[in-house]
T-cell receptor
Framework: GDSVTQMEGPVTLSEEAFLTINCTYTATGYPSLFWYVQYPGEGLQLLLKATKADDKGSNKGFEATYRKETTSFHLEKGSVQVSDSAVYFCALSPSGGSNYKLTFGKGTLLTVNP | GAVVSQHPSWVICKSGTSVKIECRSLDFQATTMFWYRQFPKQSLMLMATSNEGSKATYEQGVEKDKFLINHASLTLSTLTVTSAHPEDSSFYIC??????????????FGPGTRLTVL
């Protein structure tokens, strides 16, 4: 079945540091790929997405590129802020059909210190 | 953006009682809602897919008689945990898919409900 593997946290960085959170997936065909963010006490919010190979999703300074050859969708940000502290989830949705079920990774807790 | 609410945000109940959790899409119609369960420091695990006006589809290993799901309207789905036990204590999250056919898959998540069974 489909699966998502993301780097285990927690990740602790200083403000303005570079962030990478690795995510790899296993799925048939061409799934859609997502990064969700969960701020303390809040529900998951879609951060960015990519629906086909080589697509780059971007939002709020975060980027991730859909790499079919390495089955990866790593999340990056050039300069993190304290407000970026949250749990980040990589997820996929199967390709085609009417199945929109999401498969999530375990989440990575990011803490950014001032 | 689209807003999904859940009620209650947290609930404590005694073992053996039943608890109902509501999930509402506030500003859009949702033909499909999903129910997830999240354990501490773990991923969200899909429990069931709920389509308006039809029976929910449960994931393997999820007891449908234990977790009753009703999707009576395009804006409301409910999850009832029947005869709750301490092992049912968890964070329950719903999501809703908009009623627009697109080539991408976008779900909007509720803030979650923390259930503690004593």
């Amino acid at each position: 079945g489909d699966s998502v593997t993301q780097m285990e946290g927690p990740v602790t960085l200083s403000e303005e540091a570079f962030l990478t959170i690795n995510c790899t997936y296993t799925a048939t065909g061409y799934p859609s790929l997502f990064w969700y963010v969960q701020y303390p006490g809040e529900g998951l919010q879609l951060l960015l997405k990519a629906t086909k190979a080589d697509d780059k999703g971007s939002n709020k300074g975060f980027e991730a590129t859909y790499r079919k050859e390495t089955t990866s969708f790593h999340l990056e940000k050039g300069s993190v802020q304290v407000s970026d502290s949250a749990v980040y989830f990589c997820a996929l949705s199967p390709s085609g059909g009417s199945n929109y079920k999401l498969t999530f990774g375990k989440g990575t807790l990011l803490t950014v210190n001032p | 953006g689209a807003v999904v609410s859940q009620h209650p945000s947290w609930v404590i109940c005694k073992s053996g009682t039943s608890v109902k959790i509501e999930c509402r899409s506030l500003d859009f119609q949702a033909t499909t809602m999903f129910w997830y369960r999240q354990f501490p420091k773990q991923s969200l695990m899909l429990m069931a897919t709920s389509n308006e006006g039809s029976k929910a589809t449960y994931e393997q290993g999820v007891e449908k008689d234990k977790f009753l799901i009703n999707h009576a309207s395009l804006t409301l789905s409910t999850l009832t945990v029947t005869s709750a036990h301490p092992e049912d204590s968890s964070f329950y999250i719903c999501s809703a898919r908009v009623r627009i056919v697109t080539s991408t898959d976008t779900q909007y998540f509720g803030p979650g409900t923390r259930l503690t069974v004593l």
